[in-house]
């Protein structure tokens, strides 16, 4: 029977993953629109990003080169499952 720290630190390393991947997420999209998105306003569900918390203006720039932010994600790694933004 394992420990409650094996159990701890698979929770540990699930959440490690998905704050690296919103931070990369987020560096990926302020590189291309230029304009710094903050990392608590990434959500991941499934294949898709939700943004929360941004302005409208922020949102019609990241639909405007969503094509773009898309192809840096198939390029990267940590980010090539994901398929959508909202």
Request: hydrophobic share 45%; proline share 1%; charged share 20%.
């Amino acid at each position: 029977m394992f420990g409650i720290s094996h159990l701890l630190s698979r929770i540990q390393n699930v959440f490690l993953k998905e704050t690296l991947a919103r931070s990369c997420i987020a560096k990926i999209i302020s590189n291309t629109i230029g304009v710094d998105v903050p990392v608590e306003s990434v959500s991941i569900k499934g294949s898709t990003i939700l943004l929360l918390n941004t302005s409208q203006s922020m949102r019609t720039a990241i639909f405007i080169k969503k094509q773009a932010i898309l192809k840096e994600f198939a390029a990267n790694e940590e980010t090539k499952n994901f398929l959508d933004i909202r």
